[in-house]
């Protein structure tokens, strides 16, 4: 018993270290806002530490676009919260969120001063493009899965309709996100409903 007490202690407390090493390194790292945080935090979440597949990922996403305010706080209270409850959402948002904070206020003055430089022009223009090559390699992966999930057409066809209507009909973000949302809900439950039906040819009638 006191062995295997002590081991879920260390258990619980290597998980709330993976939690606020991943968020402190995806807070201090994450450069340009909440979606260039996004593939940082997938790579913790499901590569690094294995706290998600994929698919929960994308979902977890959706649902975090569809819903007010940053999304990489909300993602880091989510991933805090499904490890170690409220008291890990706690920790999680606060080690992603106090890095950031503490350098704002420490650098304001040498951000004012600077903020006419060429050379820290230079270096927002370095980094820009590492954030677009993150955020294209993200939407090839889910690219993929819409691909093997919904096939070629499909696919093609809601992506072009995704693109109607946040480029031509200017809906916001979350209101396309919860439409296809529902989409995805209807489909997979009629697809499901499909399979579980009992195949009667060459059966009894």
């Not at 998980?15 to 402190?24: G, R």
């Not at 994450?30 to 913790?44: F, T």
């Amino acid at each position: 018993m006191g062995r295997q007490g002590g081991h879920n202690v260390k258990s619980n407390q290597n998980k709330y270290v993976q939690l606020t090493a991943s968020m402190f390194r995806t807070g201090v790292l994450g450069y340009g806002g909440g979606p260039s945080v996004i593939p940082l935090i997938r790579h913790d979440a499901v590569t690094r530490y294995d706290w998600l597949n994929d698919d929960e990922f994308g979902e977890t996403l959706a649902i975090a676009n569809a819903l007010p305010g940053p999304i990489a706080t909300k993602m880091a209270a989510y991933l805090g919260y499904k490890l170690k409850g409220v008291r890990g959402a706690i920790v999680s948002v606060l080690a992603h969120i106090l890095p950031s904070c503490i350098a704002m206020i420490a650098l304001l003055s040498a951000v004012n001063y600077l903020s006419g430089s060429k050379v820290i022009a230079g270096m927002i223009a370095g980094v820009s493009p590492v954030i677009a090559v993150m955020l294209g390699l993200m939407a090839y992966e889910f690219a993929q899965k819409t691909y093997k999930g919904l096939g070629k057409w499909l696919g093609l066809i809601l992506f072009m309709l995704a693109l109607l209507l946040l480029e031509v009909l200017h809906l916001h973000p979350a209101i396309v996100i919860v439409i296809f949302l529902a989409y995805g809900t209807i489909h997979y439950r009629t697809l499901a409903k499909f399979k579980s039906k009992p195949n009667n040819k060459g059966g009894t009638p």
